[in-house]
Protein backbone atom coordinates (compact mmCIF):
# COMPACT_ATOMS: atom_id res chain seq x y z
CA UNK A 1 0.00 0.00 0.00
CA UNK A 2 1.46 3.68 -0.98
CA UNK A 3 1.37 6.40 1.09
CA UNK A 4 1.94 9.72 0.34
CA UNK A 5 3.72 12.26 2.46
CA UNK A 6 2.65 16.16 2.78
CA UNK A 7 5.44 17.47 0.99
CA UNK A 8 4.91 15.11 -2.01
CA UNK A 9 1.25 16.31 -2.51
CA UNK A 10 2.30 19.68 -1.57
CA UNK A 11 4.62 19.21 -4.81
CA UNK A 12 2.19 18.13 -6.99
CA UNK A 13 -0.55 21.26 -6.84
CA UNK A 14 0.48 22.62 -10.76
CA UNK A 15 2.64 25.47 -11.23
CA UNK A 16 1.69 27.47 -14.44
CA UNK A 17 2.41 25.75 -17.70
CA UNK A 18 5.31 28.18 -19.05
CA UNK A 19 6.12 26.59 -22.75
CA UNK A 20 1.97 27.51 -23.33
CA UNK A 21 2.59 30.79 -21.97
CA UNK A 22 5.48 32.08 -23.72
CA UNK A 23 3.83 30.40 -27.10
CA UNK A 24 0.81 32.74 -26.46
CA UNK A 25 2.92 35.46 -26.03
CA UNK A 26 4.71 34.90 -29.41
CA UNK A 27 1.48 34.74 -31.14
CA UNK A 28 0.57 37.79 -29.71
CA UNK A 29 3.29 39.26 -30.90
CA UNK A 30 2.71 38.27 -34.34
CA UNK A 31 -0.37 39.21 -34.45
CA UNK A 32 0.49 42.75 -33.27
CA UNK A 33 3.57 43.11 -35.84
CA UNK A 34 1.17 41.53 -38.95
CA UNK A 35 -1.81 43.66 -37.80
CA UNK A 36 0.56 47.20 -37.62
CA UNK A 37 2.12 45.98 -40.97
CA UNK A 38 -1.54 45.05 -42.73
CA UNK A 39 -2.54 48.60 -41.46
CA UNK A 40 0.73 50.76 -42.77
CA UNK A 41 0.51 48.76 -45.92
CA UNK A 42 -2.98 48.09 -46.84
CA UNK A 43 -2.49 47.14 -50.72
CA UNK A 44 -1.05 43.94 -49.88
CA UNK A 45 -3.26 41.29 -48.30
CA UNK A 46 0.18 39.05 -46.98
CA UNK A 47 -0.15 40.90 -43.60
CA UNK A 48 -3.56 40.51 -43.53
CA UNK A 49 -3.80 36.62 -44.19
CA UNK A 50 -0.79 36.71 -41.40
CA UNK A 51 -2.84 38.61 -38.40
CA UNK A 52 -5.83 36.06 -39.77
CA UNK A 53 -3.32 33.21 -38.85
CA UNK A 54 -2.07 34.84 -35.94
CA UNK A 55 -5.54 35.61 -34.34
CA UNK A 56 -6.57 31.95 -34.83
CA UNK A 57 -3.04 30.87 -33.29
CA UNK A 58 -4.06 33.24 -30.35
CA UNK A 59 -7.74 31.57 -30.05
CA UNK A 60 -6.57 28.18 -29.82
CA UNK A 61 -3.78 29.15 -27.18
CA UNK A 62 -6.47 30.46 -24.91
CA UNK A 63 -9.01 27.66 -25.57
CA UNK A 64 -6.48 25.06 -25.07
CA UNK A 65 -5.26 27.02 -21.65
CA UNK A 66 -8.41 27.57 -20.28
CA UNK A 67 -9.21 23.77 -21.22
CA UNK A 68 -6.27 22.58 -19.36
CA UNK A 69 -6.63 25.53 -15.94
CA UNK A 70 -9.98 23.70 -15.77
CA UNK A 71 -8.51 20.14 -15.28
CA UNK A 72 -5.47 21.37 -13.40
CA UNK A 73 -7.67 23.02 -10.67
CA UNK A 74 -9.81 19.96 -10.39
CA UNK A 75 -7.03 18.10 -9.82
CA UNK A 76 -5.62 20.61 -7.34
CA UNK A 77 -8.71 20.58 -5.54
CA UNK A 78 -8.24 17.05 -5.27
CA UNK A 79 -4.56 17.59 -3.90
CA UNK A 80 -5.71 20.33 -1.21
CA UNK A 81 -8.41 18.36 0.17
CA UNK A 82 -5.63 15.70 1.06
CA UNK A 83 -3.47 18.21 2.51
CA UNK A 84 -6.45 19.64 4.68
CA UNK A 85 -7.04 15.70 5.76
CA UNK A 86 -3.37 15.72 6.83
CA UNK A 87 -3.25 19.24 8.42
CA UNK A 88 -6.35 18.40 10.49
CA UNK A 89 -4.93 14.83 11.75
CA UNK A 90 -2.04 16.24 12.66
CA UNK A 91 -3.85 18.88 14.89
CA UNK A 92 -5.77 15.94 16.53
CA UNK A 93 -2.79 13.48 16.65
CA UNK A 94 -0.66 16.26 17.86
CA UNK A 95 2.16 14.95 15.56
CA UNK A 96 4.03 17.60 12.88
CA UNK A 97 2.03 17.18 9.40
CA UNK A 98 5.57 16.72 7.74
CA UNK A 99 5.56 13.14 10.33
CA UNK A 100 2.06 11.80 8.71
CA UNK A 101 1.52 9.95 5.39
CA UNK A 102 -1.58 9.40 3.59
CA UNK A 103 -2.90 6.26 1.01
CA UNK A 104 -4.59 8.61 -1.32
CA UNK A 105 -3.52 11.30 -3.14
CA UNK A 106 -7.19 12.47 -3.38
CA UNK A 107 -8.68 12.68 0.48
CA UNK A 108 -11.81 10.65 1.06
CA UNK A 109 -13.93 8.69 3.82
CA UNK A 110 -12.25 5.57 4.64
CA UNK A 111 -8.44 6.90 3.22
CA UNK A 112 -5.70 5.20 5.81
CA UNK A 113 -3.37 7.71 7.94
CA UNK A 114 0.27 6.58 8.94
CA UNK A 115 2.37 7.76 11.47
CA UNK A 116 5.86 7.61 11.71
CA UNK A 117 5.80 5.24 14.48
CA UNK A 118 4.13 2.83 12.07
CA UNK A 119 0.30 3.61 13.60
CA UNK A 120 -2.65 3.59 11.38
CA UNK A 121 -5.70 5.99 11.69
CA UNK A 122 -8.85 5.76 9.21
CA UNK A 123 -10.46 8.78 8.50
CA UNK A 124 -14.22 9.36 8.68
CA UNK A 125 -15.44 12.49 7.37
CA UNK A 126 -18.35 14.11 9.18
CA UNK A 127 -19.10 17.92 8.08
CA UNK A 128 -15.95 18.94 6.71
CA UNK A 129 -14.24 17.58 10.12
CA UNK A 130 -12.18 14.27 10.61
CA UNK A 131 -12.40 11.61 12.96
CA UNK A 132 -9.81 9.33 13.23
CA UNK A 133 -10.03 5.47 13.99
CA UNK A 134 -6.97 3.91 14.68
CA UNK A 135 -6.35 0.37 13.20
CA UNK A 136 -4.48 -2.13 13.78
CA UNK A 137 -2.80 -3.59 10.73
CA UNK A 138 -0.82 -7.39 10.20
CA UNK A 139 1.60 -7.01 8.34
CA UNK A 140 1.46 -4.08 6.60
CA UNK A 141 3.18 -3.79 3.19
CA UNK A 142 3.56 -0.05 2.87
CA UNK A 143 5.57 2.03 0.36
CA UNK A 144 6.24 6.05 1.38
CA UNK A 145 6.21 8.33 -1.61
CA UNK A 146 7.95 11.13 -1.28
CA UNK A 147 9.26 14.05 -2.67
CA UNK A 148 12.60 13.37 -4.89
CA UNK A 149 14.94 16.05 -3.37
Known amino acids: MKFYSYEYLLSRIEVTNWLQITFAAIS???????LFMSFRDKKTTKYRELSLIALLLVLVTIAVHINNYQSHKRIDDQYS???R???QASGLLEEDKTDLYINTQAARD???IKTKEDQFYRIISVDGNILLEKMN???PQTEIVDVEK
Not at 28 to 34: E, K, R, V, W
Open 110 to 112: GAI
Open 137 to 139: LYN
Open 85 to 87: VIE
Open 81 to 83: TAL
Open 28 to 34: ALLLLFA
